[in-house]
């Protein structure tokens, strides 16, 4: 037999086929006696098998060294076709793929995956009509976590969120080439709304439609970046899939001027309330707010607002402040505040939350989910887009030129 060629399979018809997928590394299998060539019609003798070219089959990864993971695996047969390859790991996970329309090559459908062994099973057959079977394998790169990065996505799998709520996906490993993973992210939606990703930093990206999404609707999340470059030798680690469903449009607007805190369910007023925003030196952002998590009671603290002095007359330490949702990651709430009854409505005497009764936080509680939108007017300092959910205090114009592919 002439010397093996890196990514070269050589199938000799009706007897033994050999698969090579790389320099050095190569085995052979015999086949089986049943499938050998037994003259007739429609049948290669042995004889006219001697005398045909053998098939021959090229890949695309060198079994010298270890195969990168996102190697796209193709193998292409010359001099006959494929009619069957299988290709799995150690543990018996099949690479998808398939035989070209031609049956002269194969190409997986999905991407390698680390520190693994994968067995390469084909079926070729030779123009006379004669079959070979093939078997070999070939090692991936093994990579430390360090070179892994895996993503973390918000909305939860089955969660019902509000209209203000934008997909985030988080990476626990740096991601320097954006424009790689960016490509391997999508985001569809029944109401076919269309959107954009921004990146905010190198380990968490934000994606939200043009506007609110609409009530009812069911979307899809497909981070499809396992073995994707993600720049400086770093790799996806594990794709993942999220549905999540849109709930009722609760929108709340708040007034820091007339101290009103109006809510809307699915676009009808449903509730007026009176209120107390940030006092002076504690002025509660104007902007578009999220709510980002919900609290039955949470302990509240002034060192969190830069209040550490017990002696200051601002000084607070609250066990247990009821009806809690968070709408900035600095501290800012909406919450039940019965200290402030005789203010609400009147004044702003906060240290910057959204203060009400507690009969009416239990309310605005109650029908409350994460991503439910809070828009604050009525002050001169602005919400910021990394402040908690900040994506709606951006035109979509300028939030589109956060996307790594715009």
Known sequence: MSPHRTGLLRAVTA????LVLGAGLAACSSDD????????????????AAQEDPVEITSNVDGKQAVPVDTHLRLTAHNGTLQKVR????????LPGGITPDDTGWEADGRLEPGTTYVVKGVTKSPSGTTGRTRTSFQTEDLPL?????ASVAPLDGETVGVGMPVIVTFDVPVTDKTSI????????SSKQPGAWHWLSDTEVHWRPKQYWKAGTDVTVDVD????PAGNGVYGQ???TVKFHVGDAVVSKVNAQTHQMQTFINGKLAKTTPITTGKAGFTTRSGVKVIIEKFRSKRMRSETVGISDRNSEDYYDLDDVEYAMRVTYSGEFLHAAPWSVASQGHDNVSHGCTGMSTADARWIYNISKRGDVVEYTGTDRPMTLTNGYGDWNESFATWKQGSALS
């Open 238 to 240: 594990e794709s993942r």
């Open 33 to 48: 006696p049943s499938e050998q060539a037994r003259g007739g019609t429609g049948q290669a003798t042995a004889s006219q």
């Open 87 to 94: 290709v799995l790991s150690r543990k018996g996970v099949e």
């Open 15 to 18: 007897t033994t086929a050999l």
């Open 182 to 189: 960016e490509k391997h992210m999508t985001v569809t939606s």
């Open 225 to 228: 970046v396992n073995s994707v």
């Open 146 to 150: 360090d070179r892994q990065t895996y």
